[in-house]
């Protein structure tokens, strides 16, 4: 019996991302996979579907409103100064202090310009003034 390490399968050593995020696409595809192998002599009743998408577009929602919180909290930091621990050249964290210049929203990621350093808002351990 062969064990594979987290994050490599056992026949190709292949590294698999796994995404944090519940998408649309991702939904409709468990949705469709449900109905493809629910028992045709007792189907799914249309209620319980209807709940699910219900459930998912209020999470949807729920997401969005946080990410957009993200961004407010983002922006006010432009013009203070700011602590953070980030991950150097090297490889190894380092404390990055100076003033936010910018704010940069990059896909999912919220981003803010310190210096010559952009880095990730979840990063900045304080708030200086």
């Known amino acids: 019996m062969?064990?594979?390490?987290?994050?490599?399968?056992?026949t190709g050593g292949q590294e698999r991302t796994i995404k944090n995020e519940l998408g649309k696409d991702e939904f409709l595809r468990l949705l469709v996979t449900?109905?493809?192998?629910?028992?045709?002599?007792?189907?799914?009743?249309d209620r319980e579907f209807i709940a699910q998408l219900a459930q998912f577009s209020a999470l949807e929602q729920m997401q969005n409103i946080y990410?957009?919180?993200?961004?407010?909290?983002?922006?006010?930091?432009?013009?203070k100064t700011v602590e953070a621990e980030a991950s150097g050249s090297s490889g190894t964290q380092e404390v990055i202090r100076g003033t936010v210049t910018a704010v940069n929203f990059a896909g999912s990621k919220i981003k803010v310009l310190v210096g010559e350093r952009e880095i990730e808002i979840n990063e900045i351990n304080r708030v200086l003034g």
């Open 34 to 45: 449900q109905l493809r192998y629910q028992d045709p002599l007792q189907p799914t009743n």
């Open 67 to 79: 990410r957009v919180s993200l961004m407010g909290q983002a922006v006010t930091l432009i013009g």
């Open 2 to 10: 062969q064990v594979a390490a987290i994050g490599t399968t056992a």
